[in-house]
């Protein structure tokens, strides 16, 4: 941070998170307050993360933001307009009360893959004005983050975070069960899956699932608090096949709640469900949980998996969905993008035997239907990044 004749300058980075357990559905709507705890993993920001500047300045008359280049509005409700008030007002620096900012805001992956960028926007725009207006309390800042996307207040902590639900602005908060150093050999891979459709918004499905579905509350009460004991402690004691079991089953779950809604959300396609088959048939394959998937309120499945089985999972993934360029004369098939951490190493299993398996269980293979793939890690939580 830089000071200077009431001048105040701060960037920070913040990752993405991806849920195992999954929120889904509030008690309170304005402070995002959820009828279940959730747990998530928190992704590293080397290969996806936003970057957001903060600008304090005497000169500045309104507050601004821009968000990946596009000025927002910022309308008095606005989550964001509401999260620089709030912080605004805590500030322990009597001078920067009264004065305005300008923020810009920028993801390092595509915001159009539909990602879910709003838990790491939201976090990042809290750590970061924490910083620029003298608050740095980390739990304080999970909330004010919380306030503006519900995931966001996970994404303040590395390794992984259970968000307790609680009960109001002070109980409902996000802590960390363990760090990113815990498990590390644990990785992630993103199947950024091709799909036109825009679907409904986390907020807008969840509402309309709170209202409609008997299932959701059903697992409120009776389901999540128990796998919630049980993902923790797998991940404590670096337990991958209960870690995995558990993963899907949430995923599937959730994704039944969206049906039970009324009307019907449909957040899975044909690629998502074909990647789903995939995933059960390497793990029945192989006779041990090797791959778990997950899915929010899109059709890109996120795949928990070990990092031996890295290389093996993208070859098959590769062969089962290649990319195709029809306007070529020749018609050959290329491998599949891979952003995020390279990958040099070879797979330690002959992959033909498993895409023989998949082949006799009628697995198809579905042409230009995963755009690329993001191979990434567990990371660490927010940081400042300082100017040279
Ligand atoms: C399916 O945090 O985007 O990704 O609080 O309304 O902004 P709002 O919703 P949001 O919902 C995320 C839902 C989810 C599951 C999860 O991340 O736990």
């Known amino acids: 941070m830089s000071k200077l004749n009431m ?28 009828i279940n705890d959730s747990l998530s993993g928190t992704l590293n920001m080397d290969d996806m993360c936003t970057t957001t500047s903060v600008l304090i300045d005497e000169t500045i008359k309104e507050d601004s933001l821009y968000l990946n280049g596009e000025e927002q509005n910022l309308h008095e409700s606005s989550p964001a307009k509401l999260m620089i008030e709030r ?41 970061a004005l924490g910083h620029a207006y003298g608050i740095q309390d980390q739990t304080l800042l999970s909330k004010i983050a919380r ?3 519900g995931s966001a207040c996970r994404s303040l902590f590395g390794g992984f975070v259970h968000w307790i639900r609680g009960s109001d602005h002070d109980t409902s908060l996000a802590r960390q069960v363990v760090d990113e150093n815990h498990w590390p ?15 409904i918004s986390s907020s807008l499905g969840m509402a309309q699932s709170v209202k409609t579905s008997p299932l959701l509350q059903y697992r409120a009460t009776k389901i999540v608090q128990e796998r919630l004991e049980t993902i923790k402690n797998a991940i404590i004691e670096r337990d991958f096949e209960k870690f995995a079991e558990i993963t899907m089953k949430e995923s599937n779950e959730f994704h039944a709640i969206c049906l ?23 793990n029945q394959y192989i006779g041990q949980t090797k791959v778990a998937y997950t899915f929010d309120a899109g059709p890109n499945a996120c795949i928990y998996l070990l990092k031996d089985f890295v290389p093996t999972f993208i070859g098959i993934i590769n062969h089962f969905f290649p990319l195709v360029d029809h306007n070529s004369s020749s018609m050959v098939s290329k491998s ?27 697995v198809r293979i579905l042409q230009n239907s995963i755009r690329y793939l993001i191979s990434t890690s567990i990371g660490g939580g927010p940081e400042l990044v300082l100017s040279d």
């Open 260 to 282: 039970d809604t009324f009307p019907p959300i449909f957040y899975l396609n044909e690629t998502s469900r074909h990647i789903i088959s995939i995933c059960h048939l390497i």
């Open 185 to 199: 050999d644990m990785r992630v891979v993103i199947c950024v899956v091709n799909d036109a459709k825009k679907e």
């Open 87 to 127: 912080i605004r007002s805590m500030t322990p620096i009597e001078e920067l009360s009264k004065m305005k900012t300008k923020i810009v805001s920028n993801n390092n992956f595509p915001t159009a893959a539909g990602l879910a960028s709003s838990a790491a926007g939201y976090a990042c725009l809290a750590f």
């Open 7 to 34: 001048k105040v300058s701060v960037t920070a980075k913040a990752p993405v998170n991806i849920a195992v357990i999954k929120y889904w559905g509030k008690q309170q709507d304005k402070l995002k307050i959820p």
């Open 336 to 362: 599949l993008h891979i952003r995020g951490r390279p990958h040099h190493e070879p797979s330690a299993i002959d992959i033909n035997h498993i895409v023989d398996h998949l082949k006799s269980s009628n």
């Open 147 to 149: 306030a503006g996307s």
